[in-house]
């Protein structure tokens, strides 16, 4: 059966960067893109951005340019998703999350949605 | 960018039916899809391609899309269905969730 298995929690001082990593099991992990999501405490899912696990391209939200990057390591089937220059609001749990779209199609293209989300890794940003 | 609005909170009564809205411009234009997610838990897909349910799901979940609105049903509503609900669609291969609504179940 598919499954994300995430890195541990982690404590970060402001102005450091964390690394967080989504193990993938049960599938063709080249296959598939990987989204990344956060969720701040009490609020709502907010997109990062996506790797292409086979190419290893990236788009990324906006908000997130310069400070978030995407990479993974095809023969351990592990995404990541780096965050630098961390703020107390970067305080959230972050998911990894699979497209459920095969990769040769454009992303968003046949509307499946994401199928499969990892297990959450709580990230806190403290001095 | 490309936004999407949902009410911050439906409630409804067991047995009935709740309908969650997921408004967005020319959203019928798009493909949408709906996530719950209860306390604690990963977001899990109910709802894909507007109206299809992923293996699984309880056939009282249905979904539809026209227009300016994305509407997710539910039917006969059950205590278990009390759970955050996020609409998603995409916006030139970005990924855009609504704000989210909290389905109460009373």
Known sequence: QVQLVQSGAEVKKPGASVKVSCKASGYTFNGYHMYWVRQAPGQGLEWMGWINTNSGGTKYAQRFQGRVTMTRDTSIKTAYMELSRLRSDDTAVYYCARDAEDLVVVVGETGLGIDYWGQGTLVTVSS | ?106
């Open chain 2, 1 to 106: 960018s490309y936004e999407l609005t949902q009410p911050p909170s439906v409630s409804v009564s067991p047995g009935q039916t709740a309908s969650i809205t997921c408004s967005g411009d020319r959203l019928g234009k798009r493909y949408a899809c709906w996530y719950r997610q209860k306390p604690g838990q990963s977001p899990v897909l109910v709802i894909y391609k507007d109206s299809k349910r992923p293996s699984g799901i309880p056939e009282r979940f249905s979904g539809s899309n026209s227009g300016n609105t994305a509407t997710l049903t539910i039917s006969g509503t059950q205590a278990m269905d009390e759970a955050d609900y996020y609409c998603q669609a995409w916006d030139s291969s970005t990924v855009v969730f609504g704000g989210g609504t909290k389905l109460t179940v009373l």
